[in-house]
């Protein structure tokens, strides 16, 4: 910064004055440039410490979008696990049948008389088939097989003149345990062997 010149201020010399007035406008422009400087520099030291990094400030650039997008996608299909799905099919345990040396009492669940006829065209019924199965009953000391015989009908005038025919049969009777051949007698005797004389259910299997 230049230095004031030894100017009398109440000196009444225009050129004096001309020039302490030049050196005030001097100073006035470098002070103006210094704390421009200063402004910029402070500027850019908050720039530096507070601002996004230098990637970011970066002026965007649309092929740069479609960059993106494929890396996403890329990623996605990274992402995806393929499912397999393992469907195991379970192989149901046929049950043997009751021996045959044991005494069998064959019972059939017939219809009514007024039943075998066809409720379409009133024709009489013929038997098809039957169903059987068996149970196994306990009376003291004495073990038998109860076989049921469920006979099945059907109307042949139906089988002549319609698409499907109606098959009729009595019901099966109701198992206590659904798909046992216990009866109720069997099951009493068992739980009274259990749990009045302990006899375990290994040796009553046997």
Known sequence: ?????????????????????????????????ERQSLLEQLKLAFDRQFAKRSEA?????????????????EAAKEEVVEATTITTTKK????????????????????DEHDKQCSCCNHPLHKIGEDRSEKLEFTPAVLKV???????????????????????????????????FATESLLANIILGKYQYAMPLYRQES
């Open 57 to 73: 400030l970066k002026p965007y650039n649309e092929s740069q979008g479609d960059l993106f997008n494929e890396v996403e996608c």
């Open 1 to 33: 910064m230049k230095k004031m010149p030894n100017i009398n201020p109440e000196s009444q010399d225009v050129a004096e004055l001309q020039a302490m007035v030049k050196l005030l406008m001097s100073e006035k422009s470098e002070w103006k440039q």
């Open 146 to 180: 109860l076989e049921y015989v469920r006979p099945k009908y059907a109307c042949r005038q139906c089988e002549k003149t319609q698409n499907s025919s109606t098959i009729i049969q009595k019901p099966a009777p109701i198992s206590i345990i659904s798909k046992s």
């Open 92 to 111: 149901r345990g046929k049950r043997k049948p009751l021996p045959k040396t044991l005494p069998r009492e064959v019972i059939e669940l017939d219809l």
